[in-house]
Each structure stands twice: as C-alpha cells, then as structure tokens.
C-alpha cells in the first residue's frame, strides 16, 4: 500500500458570505494561498468546514472549487454517518469525483461496541474504493476507540491511517510503534510529540495561518533539527491556544478575514462569531507568533 497521508495537511474551512451562502471565490483564493505556502495535502468538508451545515450539492461545489485552485495536492474527503452501507455509499460518490481518500468517524451517537466499531469500518473501507483516515475524536462521537480496537482495524485492507485527537497518549505512542497505521496529530497543539515520536505528520486546522511557520516546524522535525523546531513550536503555541478557545472555526475564520483571505468571518448556526475579545488577542497572538519565530 502506498503511504500517502504523511506531511502537514489543513482541514479546509468553508468560506461564507454575509448571507450564508456559500463564497467559492474566497474558498478559490485561500486553497491557492495554501497551495503556495507548501503543504502536503488538504482537508474537505472535515469538522473545520462545517460540513453538518452543507448539503450535499454544496459539498460538491466546494470539492470541485478545491479541486481546480489545488490540482497538484492530494484531497480527503470528510464523510461521517451511522449506517455503514450510506457512509460507504457517499464514499463512492466523492471517489467518483477523484478525491485520495475519506475522513470517517466512528458512528456517533449510537454508542456501539467495539467490534461494532470493527465491522463499521470493516464494511465501509470494502466498500469506499479510496482508504480511509480513522478519525479519534470521542469528544465529538461519543465514541472510544480503544487501542486493540484500533490494532484490528490495521489489519483492514483500506484502512491506512488514524487522526488522532483520542486524548491518550499512551495509545498515540502505541500506535506509531506499531507502524502499521500512518498517526497523524489531529490535536495542534500535539503536532511537535507527535512528530518527535515518528508520527506521519498532522491534520491542523491552526496552519490555515502562517502555514509557512507550520511547515518550517515539520521540515525542521522530519531533517533532525530539534532545537529550531522546538522554537517555532513555543512561538506557535500561544496562537493555538487562541484559536480554539472558542467552538472551531468561529476564531479561525476571524483571523483569516482579517488578512483578507476570505470576505466575511460568517459561520452558519449553531456555530457563532469569534467575540470581539478573541478577535483582539488573535491579532496579538498573530503578530507575537511572526516575532517570536524571527
């Protein structure tokens, strides 16, 4: 099997305009942005792009905006859903579509055992025709997946990497030992351990901003230069710490919007603008982010 989820990846956002609908002219201008600032692959209609609030003519709209600003990049495909046989069947309409591979959660909600959780998975990476990325995140599913449950899930033929936002860090260093699932930090501010400890790379919605600072930190890791990669992790920290203090991706469409990379910080309902106070310390944190990196 080829190994193609390595590297620095962005979970895209969603860009909107003042009415809600959707903006595919910022959504154009930032993938191309990201594409020159040097990531590995991108991120469709994850959690970051409020896909719970697309239907599904918009995702398509947005793939095929994606598709055209990033013909050279890899692209996943976030598809979540209960019934195995429908998660499976949206997987097949995206792989149509030329996608690399899917992002799937466990089922949520529904609470099922662990070797229901196997054969969930077991079903939908027979059926997907792209391999899948396992995604960890029990805060959002409900969901656990524990480590033997992962390990057998290794053993699926189209089952080839895991993000990893499990919160369990015994279990993340297990895995990467293991080898056999490509670990990528799913948590940003986990991107430098999990790299230090060989993890394929990360999916982090914080790169959206100063991506060339990211991308710097993973070249420093992947080419042994600790101590450089030691510094730009603390000069990011702080800005991570920002952007997710409050629901993503109210914080992170605020920022993007003040550079000028999309029109309007609008997030559709539930979700609710970045409050004015974290709109300033994101700006603060920007600019000690670029001076303490200098």
């Known amino acids: 099997m080829v190994h193609i989820f390595s590297g620095l990846w962005a979970p895209l956002i969603t860009p909107f305009g003042a009415d809600g609908a959707l903006d595919l002219a910022s959504l154009d201008r930032l993938t191309r942005h990201l594409v020159q600032a040097g990531l590995d692959g991108l991120v469709v209609c994850g959690t970051t792009g409020e896909p719970a609030t697309l239907s599904t003519d918009e995702k398509a709209l947005v793939l095929g905006t994606v598709q055209t600003a990033a013909p050279q990049l890899p692209l996943v495909m976030g598809v979540t859903g209960v019934a195995p046989a429908a998660v499976a069947s949206e997987c097949r309409q995206w792989a149509r579509q030329g996608v690399a591979g899917f992002l799937v959660p466990p089922p949520a909600y529904v ?26 995140i029990p805060y959002r599913t ?23 936002c499990g919160g369990d860090a015994h279990k993340t260093q297990a895995l990467i030992a293991d080898g056999r699932l490509q670990i990528l930090a799913g948590e940003d501010h986990q991107i430098f351990g999990t790299l230090c400890q060989g993890g394929a790379g990360a999916i982090a919605a914080s790169a959206h901003l100063h991506t060339d600072l990211f991308v710097a930190l993973h070249t420093a890791l992947r080419e042994g230069h600790l101590p450089q990669a030691r510094a730009l992790h603390h000069a990011l920290a702080p800005l991570v710490r920002t952007l997710f203090s409050e629901p993503n991706p109210g914080p992170l469409k605020a920022a993007l919007a003040m550079q000028g990379l999309i029109a309007t910080p609008t997030v559709r309902p539930p979700l609710t603008p970045a409050r004015p106070t974290t709109v300033q310390a994101l700006t603060r944190a920007m600019d000690a982010a670029r001076q303490a990196s200098a």
């Open 142 to 164: 409900g969901v656990t997946l524990e480590l033997d449950t992962l390990r057998a899930l290794a053993d699926l033929r189209g089952v080839q990497a895991v993000k990893d």
């Open 111 to 136: 609470r099922p055992s662990q070797q229901g959780i196997v054969h969930f998975y077991e079903h939908v990476a027979a059926e997907a025709g792209r391999p899948l990325i396992v995604y960890d």
